[in-house]
């Protein structure tokens, strides 16, 4: 119980910052025209400061930056690394598409807890025949509540036509219609004849 509760603070930070995720991102990726590959290159400055500079600090100040790296450790942390970064690329390409944070990040901690619980399970060597199959209907609900989100997500209101410009409205005002010109010379031949 006392490892949960330390735990909780972690979970806590990833919950909010992995919650905020895709909506930010996605602000980001309007703000920069809508580019597929300009929000992942600063997804990737961040990951370096966050990830390698402020550890490199930390295990330096520790005094423990050398020893301890194994081949193996560092290949399968690199893989998660990689993983992480298609995961954005992949989450980067959804909004480009036309998907938004309010089904697509649903969707994608629908579907991630589902791959991670069999990988997990691989790694440690748990037969599936000897989980209890409570824990395989826990695991359908996440998947059918991620779907039911993607079916009954909010939908924001259209974006209406924009604005024209103010000066070209202006000049737009000024100009007589075609159609006034025309009625205007249909008028004149009338009362010329008439007048005859």
């Not at 996605?26 to 550890?55: E, M, N, T, W």
């Not at 695991?139 to 079916?151: N, P, Q, R």
Request: aromatic share 8%.
């Amino acid at each position: 119980m006392k490892d949960i509760l330390f735990s909780l603070p972690g979970v806590a930070l990833t919950v909010i910052c992995w919650g905020a995720y895709g909506s930010v991102l996605h602000k980001g990726q309007h703000d920069l025209g809508g580019s597929r590959l300009k929000p992942l290159i600063c997804v990737g400055v961040a990951y370096f400061v966050i990830a390698i500079i402020v550890p490199c600090v930390l295990l330096a100040m520790q005094g423990k930056l050398g020893g301890d790296w194994s081949f193996s450790g560092i290949s399968w942390a690199m893989a998660a690394g990689a993983a992480g970064a298609l995961g954005a690329l992949g989450i980067v390409l959804a909004l480009t598409a036309g998907g938004k944070p309010t089904y697509v990040m649903p969707l994608v901690f629908g579907g991630a807890p589902i791959i991670n619980v069999f990988v997990s399970m691989y790694f440690a060597q748990i037969p599936w025949r000897n989980v209890n199959p409570i824990f395989y209907a826990g695991l359908i609900m996440v998947g059918a509540g991620a779907v039911t989100v993607l079916v009954f997500a909010p939908k924001g209101k259209s974006p209406g036509k924009p604005a024209p410009h103010p000066v070209a409205a202006k000049e737009a005002s000024h100009e007589p219609s075609a159609a006034a010109d025309s009625k205007g010379a249909d008028g004149k031949a009338q009362d010329e004849s008439d007048g005859t």
